[in-house]
């Protein structure tokens, strides 16, 4: 069976640092690009940012390009965003997402409030 | 980036009742590969998105043949037959054939 746990959301001050970690588990992790995908409450989804299988290419939205960075260790099949420079408008759940979003995570919460 | 216009915003319906959510790009979806990258998902109420369909009409793992995607180029439609009350939640359009990959706005299907 495949699962995606994220975890490492929690509340965080405007301008700190979180990272969120998603671990891979029922298939060839180092096989697929892997992305995330974030939901505001109440709101629609918006992709953030993409990996491909190797690590080598990493993307990202226009949102978070320059804060945040999308990291992978295919050795521990873990999946990583490094968010800095937090803003109120990043507040939302985070998801863990493989290529072609065949598999997602439960999500994790990322608050940004003072 | 790709616009994606979905409509309706939201669907009332009945058990067993068919109903169908279109989705518009602003540009075409067919990749330099030939494929078309579209996708639809359905989000159940406080849960995670689920992937239905990928590359416009194969259906996911565990989909029931219920559901059915249709369309081309710029044009989409997700066809629900026959709804049941765990089809109930909220329907997203995704391409990921450019980057950035962009959603539609969703449909809410709820009963009447």
Not at chain 1, 64 to 88: C, E, H, P, W
Request: charged fraction near 15%; hydrophobic fraction near 30%.
């Amino acid at each position: 069976e495949v699962q995606l746990v994220e975890t490492g959301g929690g509340l965080v001050q405007p301008g700190r640092s979180l990272k969120v970690s998603c671990v891979a588990s029922g298939f060839t992790f180092r096989n697929y690009w892997m992305s995330w995908t974030r939901q505001a409450p109440g709101k629609g989804l918006e992709w953030v940012a993409s990996i491909t299988n190797g690590g080598s290419s990493t993307y990202y939205s226009d949102s978070v390009k320059g804060r945040f960075t999308i990291s992978r260790d295919n050795a521990q099949s873990t999946l990583y965003l490094q968010m800095n420079s937090l803003r109120s408008e990043d507040t939302a759940t985070y998801y863990c997402t493989s290529s072609a979003l065949a598999y997602w995570g439960q999500g994790t919460l990322v608050t940004v409030s003072s | 980036d790709v616009v994606m216009t979905q409509t309706p915003p939201s669907l009332s319906v009945a058990i067993g009742q068919s109903v169908s959510i279109s989705c518009k790009s602003s540009q075409s979806l067919v990749h330099s590969d030939g494929k078309t990258y579209l996708n639809w998902l359905l989000q159940n109420p406080g849960q995670s998105p689920k992937r239905l369909i990928y590359q416009v009409s194969n259906l996911g793992s565990g989909v029931p043949d219920r559901f059915s995607g249709t369309g081309s180029e710029k044009d989409f439609t997700l066809k629900i037959s026959r709804v049941e009350a765990e089809d109930l939640g909220v329907y997203h359009c995704v391409q990921v054939t450019h980057v950035p990959h962009t959603f539609g706005a969703g449909t809410k299907l709820e009963l009447k």
